[in-house]
């Protein structure tokens, strides 16, 4: 049975084949070449993807980032859609399951929502439950810089707190919806803000996400 992650990938590659090399994406500074070359680099580049979080190793990073956006589109994208080499971690389905199934949803919708003609994406239960569950888990780092408290809401009533503090802003919307919002993509998630205006409106520009 494949997993999400696998399903996530796949769904990803068809994404930037079809927007083609130069297409915009939801992550700043970066077009769909770019993305993909970073999705590249995390699996396959595993001397210089901590970069993405140690700035020790962000030369290095920036320097295998060049290099793989050099190479043809076409190869950066059978590099996704084929996966992780043998000798990976991420080629161990629990650790692809872990660690890749929020990373390419997110990527997935950086790419669609991007596009002036998105429109929302209908997920199935199971994989919105899986979503939510990986959030509560992400809650609090990813909501580590917010600005104000900060609680995520499911539609059915289920929360999760990402940030103690005063005022709190309430992010109502499915599970994936609050993925990208804690992601960083509050312009583009589809949610309701339940707050003081001020405190919304800092939470909408606040630095969330890894």
Not at 9 to 30: Q, V
Not at 49 to 60: C, D
Request: glycine share 6%.
């Amino acid at each position: 049975m494949s997993t999400h992650a696998k399903r996530e990938r796949l769904l990803l590659a068809d994404l930037l084949e079809s927007a083609g090399p130069e297409a915009p994406t939801l992550c700043e500074g970066w077009r769909t070449r770019e993305l993909a070359a970073h999705v590249v680099v995390r699996e396959r580049r595993p001397d210089a993807a901590g970069g993405i979080l140690l700035n020790v190793l962000k030369a290095r990073l920036d320097k295998a980032m060049a290099e793989y956006t050099a190479k043809p589109y076409e190869e950066l994208i059978q590099l996704i859609r084929t996966g992780p080499p043998k000798m990976s971690v991420y080629s161990l389905k629990q650790i692809d399951e872990a660690a890749n199934a929020v990373e390419f949803y997110v990527h997935a919708e950086d790419v669609r929502r991007a596009q002036p003609d998105w429109s929302p994406r209908e997920l199935d239960p199971v994989f919105s439950d899986s979503l939510w569950s990986r959030l509560e888990k992400l809650a609090r780092l990813t909501g580590r810089r917010s600005p104000v408290g900060l609680v995520l809401r499911r539609p059915n009533g289920q929360t999760a707190v990402a940030h103690k503090g005063t005022p709190v802003v309430t992010v109502t919307g499915d599970p994936g919806e609050l993925t990208l919002f804690c992601f960083g993509r509050q312009d583009a998630s589809r949610i309701e803000l339940d707050g003081e205006k001020d405190a919304v409106a800092k939470l909408t520009t606040a630095k969330l996400g890894l």
